[in-house]
């Protein structure tokens, strides 16, 4: 269902900083142009790296086209996708074209563009027309979420709503600052179902997040069909946390995720974890076992007691099959292989293990990543590492991510005291966990991946990563409670320069997102913390 709400901010008065801010060339076109109902240009999340407010603002009318490039199929898709966003509400028909004409939304691939580089984009906004230019797709897909974010919130509906749409003047130019900028989802520990995945990555989009990391595999399910080894899915992804019916993904399922990711530009990194973290597989088959014996299946939340047999051939034989099947449903470039919390592996096992490990992956394509225990073995050339310490973690271990970061070795961050979205923002918090501490919204936004990890070079971070893990996460709604309104924080911190950072700037922009998650009928926490609108 979705709610209607006022005109409960001061958007003119908005406008009109952000134009004084922009310069008084701009200053001088203000007052007659700027439109009450239109969201100040760039006042989005993440922020855009920049804004030149000015000029009129465009409207979208009944009257609208959405005009892509002759011939580009990517452009096409994009504007289909924009297309379908906008008709619900606005009412209007906005059909697609190819046709020149200079009017309307348009949607420009330009390769000469080099500087925008392969996600970033121009939107320049007029009377006239908004024109969204970019290198590559990807651009033009995250442009067209800048597009969005300028509208009225309400545009979100799907049900017709009242206009005006306005999109004010000026001119957007963004780049990432990285090109990692990741959600991760631990479908093994609760299982979800295709289209719980898909509303995920539809809201994840929203906020330019460009790789979804799957957990597919735990203790407690093993979540993708393996056509070598059935039995791993059809026995052990038949339960899950606390007993329930668990689940998995059919191939020609699990395509259809990738398939929708990819049409929302992001990059499925598929998770098996091994060593550890591995009871479900064991369960199915014995001969993985040291001992030959199939462990029962496990429903409990204890960490770090299986382990495959690091002695075994038919270990390596079973690794070589599933990731050569996982590598053939990836079109992307990573194949993650988890490694933490091996507490009954030896270290020594530990590296043989992960030395055996690496190169099967490279065999398939595929490049490894590691949650950064795998630092303490022999990270593989271009391999990357996650890192989800936090600021208790030991120096000797933060300095043992940092040596093999100065080695090559890029890391992803995912400080699990900032960025774990699992973990309760406060002790009334009714789901998640606090092992890393309570995680308010300002905590998960307030600091810079650039200088994080002390000693690691800025040139070894490769982006950042909120996992959501799901011990006691089951549904939609929990999914959202949790990311919301924390994963755009992290979002941010991805894509945004570090310039723009100042929490007293983020939390209104953020606050104002509140009217869009309603308008889309999410869930989330309204942290004391931002200054919502009233409801
Ligand atoms: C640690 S983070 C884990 C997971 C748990 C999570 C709960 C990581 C690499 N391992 O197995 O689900 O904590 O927050």
Redesign the pocket.
């Known amino acids: 269902m979705v709610r209607k709400h006022p005109r409960s901010r001061a958007p003119l008065f908005g406008s009109l900083l952000l134009v004084v801010a922009a310069g008084a060339a701009a200053l001088g076109a203000a007052p007659a142009t700027a439109a009450p109902a239109a969201t100040p240009l760039g006042q989005i999340v993440p922020a855009p790296a920049k804004v030149v407010a000015g000029g009129s603002a465009y409207e979208i009318t009944a009257r609208t086209r959405i005009r892509v490039d002759d011939g580009s199929r990517d452009a096409r898709r994009v504007g289909d996708y924009l297309a379908g966003v906008l008709r619900p509400s606005t009412g209007y028909r906005l059909p697609v074209t190819d046709d020149a004409a200079r009017d309307g939304i348009r949607l420009e691939l330009d390769t000469k563009e080099k500087g925008l580089g392969g996600e970033g984009y121009r939107l320049t906004s007029t009377g006239r027309s908004v024109t969204i230019v970019a290198a590559a797709p990807a651009g033009l897909f995250h442009g067209v979420q800048t597009l969005r974010q300028q509208l009225p919130a309400k545009v979100e509906a799907d049900s017709r709503q009242s206009g005006p749409w306005l999109v004010a003047g000026g001119t957007v130019e963004d780049t990432p600052r990285y090109g990692w900028r990741g959600a991760h989802l631990?479908v093994a520990?609760h299982f979800f179902t295709v289209d719980q995945v898909k509303r995920y990555i539809d809201e994840l989009a929203l906020y330019k997040v460009n790789k979804l990391h799957l957990h597919l595999t735990?203790d407690q399910g093993w979540r993708l069909a393996v056509d070598s080894w059935p039995k791993l899915a059809t026995y052990g992804g038949s339960t899950q946390v606390g007993g329930g019916a668990g689940g998995y993904y059919t191939k020609a399922q699990y395509k259809d995720i990738v398939r929708y990711a990819s049409s929302r530009y992001l990059e499925v990194v598929p998770e098996i974890d091994m060593p550890s973290?591995t009871n479900a597989a064991l369960a199915s088959y014995a001969e993985l076992n040291c001992d030959g014996v199939a462990p029962p299946l496990y429903t409990g939340t204890d960490?770090g007691f299986s382990t495959l047999c690091v002695d075994k051939d038919i270990t390596y034989k079973f690794i070589d099959d599933v990731v050569r099947e996982v590598a053939a449903l990836t079109p992307g470039k990573y194949l993650h292989i988890g490694g933490?919390?091996a507490h009954s592996t030896s270290q020594e096992d530990y590296n043989t293990f992960m030395d055996k490990v690496q190169p099967i992956v490279a065999k398939y394509g595929k490049t490894v990543v590691g949650?950064h225990q795998l630092t303490g073995a022999a990270p593989a050339k271009g391999a990357v590492a996650q890192y989800?310490g936090l600021d208790g973690t030991s120096a000797a271990e933060k300095a043992q991510v940092a040596a093999a970061a100065k080695n090559g070795t890029g890391l992803v961050l995912s400080p699990?005291d900032r960025t774990?979205l699992?973990?309760k923002y406060n002790k009334d918090t009714p789901l998640g966990?606090s092992?890393?501490g309570y995680v308010e919204v300002r905590r998960s936004y307030d600091w810079d991946p650039g200088n994080y990890l002390p000693g690691a070079p800025s040139s070894a971070i490769r982006g950042v990563e909120a996992?959501l893990?799901s011990?006691n996460i089951r549904t939609s709604s929990d999914i959202e409670y949790m990311a919301f309104p924390r994963l755009p924080g992290v979002a941010e911190l991805g894509w945004s320069p570090a310039s723009t950072h100042d929490w007293d700037m983020y939390k209104v922009r953020l606050a104002a997102q509140a009217e869009r998650w309603d308008a889309l009928g999410m869930n989330y926490y309204r942290s004391p913390q931002v200054p919502w609108p009233a409801t």
């Open positions: 631990d520990r735990d973290h960490v933490d919390e949650w989800w699990a774990y699992d973990m966990l092992w890393a996992p893990w011990e």
